[in-house]
């Protein structure tokens, strides 16, 4: 059974930093695409970025240049870190792995705030 547990979310100030985490259980996920989506209130998910099994990156305009996601075969685990945080920043930021079909982490609230 494919789990995927992300942390690392909270609240931060505008202009700061957090990094979020996912490990992923139940497959064998290095051939496999993995990454984030977020969604705000009242907004469709999103996706942020996301890294395939060669290491390439796809990076949603609004995260590019502040965050940089990475994956470790490994120990099953993507980061996602996120630099110069904005409100509009804030939402719930769900892990998946495209292992067939997409499966999904249960989300971390980010909440950028002052």
């Known amino acids: 059974q494919v789990q995927l547990v992300e942390a690392g979310g909270g609240l931060v100030q505008p202009g700061g930093s957090l990094s979020l985490s996912c490990v992923a259980s139940?497959?064998?996920?290095?051939?496999?695409?993995m990454g984030w989506y977020r969604q705000a209130p009242g907004q469709q998910r999103e996706l942020v970025a996301a890294?395939?099994?060669?290491?390439?990156?796809n990076y949603a305009d609004f995260a590019k240049g502040r965050f940089t996601i990475s994956r470790d075969d490994a120990k099953n685990t993507v980061w996602l870190q996120m630099n110069s945080l904005k409100p509009e920043d804030t939402a719930v930021y769900y892990c998946?792995?495209?292992?067939?079909?997409?499966?999904w982490g249960k989300g971390t609230l980010v909440t950028v705030s002052s």
């Open positions: 890294v395939t099994s060669g290491g390439s990156t």
């Open positions: 139940g497959g064998a996920f290095s051939p496999y695409a």
């Open positions: 998946f792995v495209n292992y067939g079909m997409n499966f």
